[in-house]
């Protein structure tokens, strides 16, 4: 039992190498089907749905990179120590909020160098989880990244505890908690990034990221008018909209920014709890503690 870092970027550097000699197009071919099926192999334990997210993730996060620097970024990567530092970043995270009854992995895994999100606003690192038993962060060497990592992963850490303690499924194209058999709604998603986030800025307060302040107060109360109809949605299509916006109607990171004012409404009305205590809280606990809804009055 416990949690359990696993270098994967090790084994793309070799993948990348077998590959090299090849034309382009059968070689990145060829490089996707190897990754593929070697995080096939570490993600047994996650149920078949979560599993094959991570699998396919695994090449649409690398994109279609130039060999040559891919491999400049892992040796990058493995220069800057990026297992030990994960690995000293969990110990933080389980001082901080103790699960000793999870067992999860932690995989590593190079990111897109092209892509602007990942490079810009994510500062080199980006993950989600995968359930309560494996984490997944892809990073590209970009000024910073080794800060940005231990703030996504503790990020993710709390995802994790928090997936254990309400576990979820698919069912129906929804995320359904198996406990209640309820689906994940927008609101849920939201508050569980804002706390997310909340329990990684009280680790590590210098990161200041984008997502939870894009919305100044005024567009912040226009937004609410149509993120308030939408809190109980389960498509998570619509979550997914809300959550990253659409650069039409929902300005960008609405979903993160409201997520975590909630978060923080909640704190600052109860001034003895901790983000760690309220990774067992429902959103609507959150929610109704936060005096959020009552702010966004005009």
Not at 20 to 36: E, I, R, S, T, Y
Not at 112 to 122: A, I, K, N, T
Not at 167 to 174: A, L, S, Y
Request: with cysteine.
């Amino acid at each position: 039992m416990g949690l359990r870092v696993i270098p994967a970027y090790r084994v793309v550097a070799k993948f990348v190498k077998e590959v090299q000699h090849l034309p382009l197009d059968p070689a990145l071919d060829a490089l996707g089907q190897k990754v593929q099926s070697y995080v096939h192999s570490l993600l047994t334990m996650v149920p078949a749905s979560f599993a094959d997210l991570g699998q396919r993730s695994a090449v649409t996060q690398m994109g279609d990179p130039d060999l040559d620097s891919l491999s400049k970024a892992l040796e990058e990567l493995e220069a800057g120590s990026v297992k030990t530092l994960a690995e000293e970043t969990l110990v933080r995270c389980s001082e901080a909020l103790a699960r000793p009854d999870m067992d999860a992995r932690v995989l590593l895994l190079p990111g897109d160098g092209e892509s602007r999100m990942l490079v810009s606003q994510m500062h080199g690192v980006l993950a989600f989880s995968l359930g309560d038993q494996a984490m997944m962060a892809f990073v590209w060497p970009v000024p910073g990244w080794q800060e940005w990592l231990t703030y996504t992963i503790t990020h993710e850490y709390a995802h994790l505890v928090r997936n254990h303690l309400f576990p979820r499924g698919v069912g129906g194209g929804k995320l359904i908690y198996l406990k209640t058999q309820e689906p994940e709604t927008l609101l849920d998603a939201m508050v569980a990034e804002g706390i997310a986030d909340s329990f990684a800025r009280g680790l590590y307060p210098q990161c200041s990221p984008v997502w939870t302040q894009v919305l100044p107060e005024e567009r912040e109360k226009r937004v609410w008018l149509k993120v308030r109809r939408r809190l109980e949605v389960a498509d998570p299509t619509e979550i997914r909209r809300v959550l990253f916006g659409d650069n039409d109607r929902i300005p960008q990171w609405t979903g993160y920014t409201v997520g975590y004012r909630v978060v923080q409404g909640y704190l600052k009305a109860h001034p003895q709890a901790q983000p760690a205590q309220l990774v067992g809280l429902t959103a609507r606990a959150v929610f109704q503690g936060s005096g959020y809804e009552e702010a966004m009055e005009w």
